[in-house]
């Protein structure tokens, strides 16, 4: 069955930067758009950024344009986020998903950025 688990949030400063990892088994990695999405306390979960099957072309929510990054790995089935110049509005809990089962979450990683 398809899993994905998230890692690689923390504690980090405004301006800071964080990498995101999401390792994923169960279905076949390669065939799927990947995308990664989140959700602040009080608020509903949001797409961020998602990826095409080759890494060829990805899109990202206007609020973090510029400063965050998606990118995969088809031979190790993992997917990342490069988040730079963080901001506090960018503490939620962050999930990644993928088009094979699109109602399957995992359970996250969570991104604090504080001073």
């Known amino acids: 069955q398809v899993q994905l688990v998230e890692s690689g949030g923390g504690l980090a400063q405004p301006g800071g930067s964080l990498r995101l990892s999401c390792a994923a088994s169960?279905?076949?990695?390669?065939?799927?758009?990947m995308r990664w999405y989140r959700q602040a306390p009080g608020k509903e979960r949001e797409l961020v950024a998602e990826?095409?099957?080759?890494?060829?072309?990805?899109n990202y929510a206007d609020s973090v344009k510029g400063r965050f990054f998606i990118s995969r790995d088809n031979a190790k089935n993992v997917v990342y986020l490069r988040m730079n110049n963080l901001k506090p509005d960018d503490t939620a809990v962050y999930y990644c998903?993928?088009?094979?089962?699109?109602?399957?979450w995992g359970q996250g990683t969570q991104v604090t950025v504080s001073s």
């Open positions: 998903n993928t088009a094979a089962a699109p109602n399957y």
């Open positions: 990826i095409t099957i080759d890494g060829g072309r990805a």
């Open positions: 169960g279905f076949t990695f390669r065939y799927y758009v």
